[in-house]
């Protein structure tokens, strides 16, 4: 089975080709960031349009790179939600288009379960990748999330931020600290020249029971801070340094009460945010001191992109019944993962 992915849930148009038995065919990606850093934020109507210019450019040109063409493609998958709903709109037309006039099956797929298991996408076989069950810690610009993972398609919601998800306060800080949106990536490349202990900031909510998140009091601390002082680059590669450790601890003692509670060793960490370097060490570190096993997604693969979504169209499409005559446009801005329904077979 082959499948064609589609991504324009947010500022990425991403298409992408999976195959059952190769893996990953293709996968291109056009980001839309320039677009936005003026604004510094994405706006919807504008990352709308812009997907509109280019999806069919890329479905076209993955299917040149493959050499395929519309008979070798067994199903489409695309971003379903969550996500900016004009956005979704784009993808769910063209997948459902190119489903009635190529006369194949078509899924809207999860984008939190798409990141969730893009680790996934780093082998051919994928039937026995993880054992279950399993936390993940889904980091992105629009998600904090700590998640159950029964089994593919069953989990359940241990704890969320409150506020804003972490990839939105590294792009705040970010744009306090001079950096271009989407600053996250650039943030980090700041930190490197920070002073350690030149400024310490809150890890916020780890000592309240429950296991959800809130990075709005650290947010504040750390934008006086930066009010506050002389802001030469030094000053501020102290205080970027400062605050992404600030973060970073934050998510490492939740994911570890989240495995103390629940028993489990083995923990997937995906998502934009799962890309950051000191992110990466500090987890590595941690689920070593417990004998676990941790899972990452391909630096390639932490950002928005087809690539997984193709691969969760695959399984779904493998293990489930699709209405072939559902041509109706339905995207879902919000949609909760526990409401996803399991495979009703093995992949
Ligand atoms: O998953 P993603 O591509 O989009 C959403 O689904 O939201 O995540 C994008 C987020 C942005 O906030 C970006 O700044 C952040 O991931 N990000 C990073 C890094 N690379 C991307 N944050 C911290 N460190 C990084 N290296
Ligand atoms: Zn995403």
Not at 130 to 154: M, R
Request: net charge positive; aromatic share 8%.
């Amino acid at each position: 089975m082959r499948i064609l992915g589609i991504e324009t849930s947010c500022d990425e148009t991403g298409v992408a080709i999976y195959d059952q038995n190769q893996g990953l065919l293709a996968n291109q990606l056009y980001s839309q960031k320039e677009l936005h850093s003026t604004y510094g934020g994405v706006v919807p109507e504008l990352a709308a349009r812009d997907h509109v210019k280019k999806v069919v450019p890329l479905i076209r040109s993955v299917l040149i790179q493959t050499n395929l063409n519309s008979v070798d493609i067994d199903g489409i998958a695309y971003t379903a939600g969550p996500g900016l709903k004009s956005a979704l709109l784009v993808g769910a037309a063209i997948a459902k288009s190119l489903a009635y006039s190529w006369k194949k099956p078509v899924l809207g797929i999860h984008h939190m379960e798409a990141h969730l298991l893009s680790p996934m996408l780093e082998i051919t076989d994928i039937t026995s990748f993880f054992k279950f069950p399993i936390i993940a810690l889904l980091v992105s610009g629009g998600h904090t999330q700590l998640v159950y993972v029964k089994c593919i398609g069953e989990y359940k919601i241990l704890g969320e931020s409150v506020d804003d998800a972490v990839g939105e306060v590294f792009d705040k800080i970010a744009i306090l600290l001079g950096l271009k949106y989407p600053g996250g990536a650039l943030l980090s490349n700041m930190a490197r020249f920070g002073k350690p202990g030149k400024y310490v900031f809150p890890r916020p909510m780890i000592h309240q029971s429950g296991l959800n998140f809130s990075f709005s009091g650290l947010k504040t601390a750390v934008t006086r801070s930066i009010l506050s002082n002389l802001n030469d680059y030094q000053t501020r590669a102290d205080i970027a340094h400062a605050f992404e450790l600030a973060v970073v601890d934050t998510l490492v003692i939740r994911c570890q009460q989240a495995l103390e509670q629940t028993g489990v060793k083995s923990l997937i960490i995906s998502g934009g945010v799962s890309a950051n370097f000191v992110l990466r060490k500090k987890f590595s570190k941690m689920i070593q001191a417990l004998k676990g096993k941790l899972f990452f997604p391909k630096i390639e693969f932490c950002t928005d992109n087809a690539a997984m979504v193709a691969l969760i169209g695959l399984i779904r499409m493998k293990t489930s019944v699709i209405n072939n005559n559902d041509l109706s446009i339905l995207v879902k801005p919000r949609w909760s993962l526990e409401s996803l329904s399991k495979l009703n077979t093995d992949v």
